[in-house]
């Protein structure tokens, strides 16, 4: 996507599952120029796609390619493909290795990512992300989880998808974190990458800490100090967030002790977890606090 960038170019984000029916419609609406791809990809989707759309150059490149552990936990049926009429990935960047391109100009409100949604109902629509969008929620996740250089980012969430687009690539870039990926989610490697990586930060749908809850070698030395945020809380992303007109929510404390977030309508005290007797009481659509520790800050959701 970088390279794109640096080219002046807009990138389109085009998920892996799609069939050919599905890849032709996007490549067609987006006009795009250029396809990469997965060699198993194009072999089983994009060969018989790209001479319909307006593609002139694709670029191929192995699962195998710039993984540096070859678990076989998910790369045991994967092989290298020769792909006639492509450009090898791994051999354009040894070629062009130390050259430049030349310089393009940007604007902040020219389109960065054409993201598309799910056709659920209809065709998918290509929504437009500028780049200050980019920046502005990458920045975003920054301030308010306060994550930084030191910090270890786990990609769970599909590139493709606007929750791995900013909560995983766009922070890596901007606070120089490195961004960890296992190729596909199988929990039971992402636990042991965790572990070997000291991976501080994920942010991914609910099933997928489910997942890696139950993986058999989840302990508590596994899961203890990550940050983890859910696609569904409202501190991941204003798109994916629900809302209710029910009833407004409360407001949410934290605390030096850091306390728990609780769901809205639960009526048991909840306590910090440092063991302090920090409790909230629900009742109806409002809530009393009563604290020992000290608040250092309040913000409504």
Not at 155 to 168: K, S, Y
Not at 215 to 230: E, G, M, Q
């Amino acid at each position: 996507m970088v390279g794109v960038w640096k080219a002046g170019a807009i990138a389109v984000s085009v998920n892996p599952m799609l069939k050919q029916r599905e890849l032709e419609l996007l490549l067609r609406d987006s006009g795009a120029a250029a396809l990469v791809c997965l060699e198993g990809l194009y072999e089983s989707v994009a060969r018989d796609v790209v001479g319909a759309t307006d593609v002139r150059t694709t670029i191929t490149t192995s699962e195998l390619e710039y993984q540096s552990r070859n678990d076989q936990r998910v790369f045991g049926a994967v092989e290298r493909i020769a792909c006639e009429g492509t450009l090898d990935m791994a051999g354009m960047l040894s070629r062009f290795a130390g050259r430049k391109p030349a310089p393009v100009s940007l604007d902040l409100d020219d389109v960065a990512v054409l993201t598309y949604t799910s056709g659920t109902t209809g065709p998918p629509k290509g929504a437009m992300n500028t780049h200050r969008n980019v920046v502005f929620n990458a920045q975003t996740y920054r301030d308010w989880i306060g994550l930084g250089g030191d910090d270890v980012i786990l990609g769970v969430a599909p590139l493709f998808h606007i929750t791995g687009l900013i909560g995983h690539l766009a922070i890596s870039l901007l606070i120089g974190a490195p961004l960890v990926l296992t190729y596909r989610l199988e929990p039971s490697l992402s636990i042991d990458t965790i572990r070997e990586t000291g991976a501080t930060f994920t942010v991914g749908a609910i099933t997928v800490f489910i997942a890696l809850m139950n993986a058999p070698n989840a302990d508590r030395d596994a899961r203890r100090s990550r940050r983890a945020r859910s696609r569904r809380s409202p501190r991941s992303s204003g798109r994916t967030s629900t809302t209710s007109t029910a009833s407004p929510r409360p407001p949410r404390r934290r605390t030096a002790c850091r306390s728990v977030r609780t769901r809205r309508w639960t009526r048991r005290p909840v306590h910090c977890r440092s063991g302090c007797r920090s409790t909230t009481q629900w009742s109806g659509s409002s809530a009393t606090t009563a604290r020992t520790c000290r608040p250092v800050r309040s913000a409504s959701w």
